[in-house]
DNA sequence: TTATTTTATGACAGCGCTACCATAAAACGC
DNA sequence: GCGTTTTATGGTAGCGCTGTCATAAAATAA
């Protein structure tokens, strides 16, 4: 016995059939003309119009999904929405989905590849048209479903690596580097890092880790680092700061992992009344507006993350096929002088 | 002629009947045991779990959502990804959503109601379980799909107001008239406001309004305004207040309509050399981490952004059904005094 | 003119899954 | 022991759309 038309759906909302009625075409005449495919006369692609604003016909995304095997959706995967770095990354790939029929899914990994795979997965259930990633690293499961998926695949912030498909960002590792470089030729010798305890942040790590290549090459090292415990936050850089300081007074030049815990040592020092470059010279990372807007603006290194959301993005939409060529796109970035060190 | 099963297809992803084929069962038994429905015997779902496993099977949730004329997408349409306030919301929506297999699927609409109803529209193709859109103003096409759809809709951040389904916020006029009356009851007396252009958000026109009301309920009105052209930044509320001194240096406080544009203020009073609070009270509105991270103290209302989002997420997942009654929930407000008024 | 290409449209099957109904076997009530 | 409920499973149709192939009409070439 057939089940009733839409027995389980109320109220019966108007399909392609329906429009294609009214219109007097065929339904796959009317579905070209929802798609913009194929050759169609003027005057029938008027009459589906005026059916489908008559009818406010919504097309079925996932009938359409299903018939043709593939989705306009994008799986966006960030480590996190906490800092304004992701969130800006976003911003680019909304900026460049923006007149597309593209929409982005999301999911937050919090640094951990185990969530990164189990949201993967969960969201190539969608058929995704591109999957956008932080990093170059992945569980193994998730870097086979990457390299064998039929879709498009960027990793976006960093560009050490062997991407899959796109790699969009920078190198991490070098921006560390030349932040050490930067402070030794500013004078600097005794060098503290205040950072936090996710060491899952790669991009962080990467970047104390080029730091410590270019001291080490000037004959210096770290005196003392710290790493608060928890996400990385204001808070926690003022934080991290006083417990430095307090371990080891005779610094001359802290370094933060980002712009936020930066922030925060300048406020410890505010505090404290320490005199910031003179006595102690702060370095951040990623040249958010907020320490730019202080009378004394931050040093710093400008990211480009929106940049880097946008130019993955439009990388991505520009063909459906992975092509044999790997691309990465190096964004570069710049070292800010600021009045901090 | 019949199409050749998955001509247009490569490679040959398995399907559920393929994992029903290998467990030895009927696709519609595996199809329970993928979806945890009706009752099942242990050792069914063991064979069926074993064969999933070894097929590698990903679900095709549009096939799925096709059948069951429903998804597990949220819609989320914010208006802005500049502003940490609404990241906060999402990453409660998150949250809230993280152990469900509901997915958030973002769009962003730059506080325009006709950029809300355009991709409304694009997310209603995907039947999505549920919508979120932020304050309760939205088309009147939006608003009709919106009070039609089969789906459940949260209104967030605002309350102020007649929500379709749901509604998750506070009263952004009840804290401009409590800022309003906080800071006369604190002794201001000459009050200015240094905003931003962008007059189609709502909350902050909201605020405005509330403390204007205060105000002149004590006998007192804002003596002067400015509104920088642009969005809200920290900048732009560095420059605001420069511009709206230079027009009015008598003022005693001035009132920002949130926390960035506030930090802008007190960068260009510590710029300026004037006495934070004691020449000049500053206040913001949300309590971002980073004002209280100052070694004074950011005066502010503290907005539950994070709470709002995961109340809302968890409200819209009880149940599939929009009941008979509305629900607005008030997550209220706190005064933060802090240091700056 | 006639042959060929281009333009415009349609018939139809099938994408992979789940709602609906049916059924058989096991457990339970009295 | 016999009817009733519960548990476990399956057959089948169809969700709404689009890929494939076919076809007729119009435009162009020879």
Known sequence: MPRKRNAHRSPDLPTLADVARLAGVSEITASRVVRDRG???????TRVLTAIA??????????GSLASAGSTLM???????????????????????????????IGVTDYDPLIEERILLSFLAWQPAAVILAGLHHTPTARRHLEHGRFRVAELMDIDGDPVDIAVGMSHRQAGYETGRHLVQRGYRRFGYAGHSVATDDRASARYEGLCTSLREAGLSLIAEH????PSSTKAGRESLEILLGAEPSLDVVVFPNDDMAMGGIFHCMHSGIAVREKLGIFGFNGLDIGQAMPMPLSTILSRRFLIGLTAAEKLIESRERPQEKTIINTGFDIIEGATA
């Open 39 to 45: 050759p169609i006369a003027d005057s029938t692609r």
């Open 227 to 230: 790493r608060q415990p928890g």
């Open 54 to 63: 008559e009818l406010g016909y919504i097309p079925n995304r996932a009938a």
């Open 75 to 105: 799986s966006v995967l960030l480590p996190s929405l906490s800092n304004i770095v992701f969130p800006d990354v976003l911003r680019g790939i909304h900026s460049a989905l923006t007149h597309t029929a593209y929409q982005p899914v």
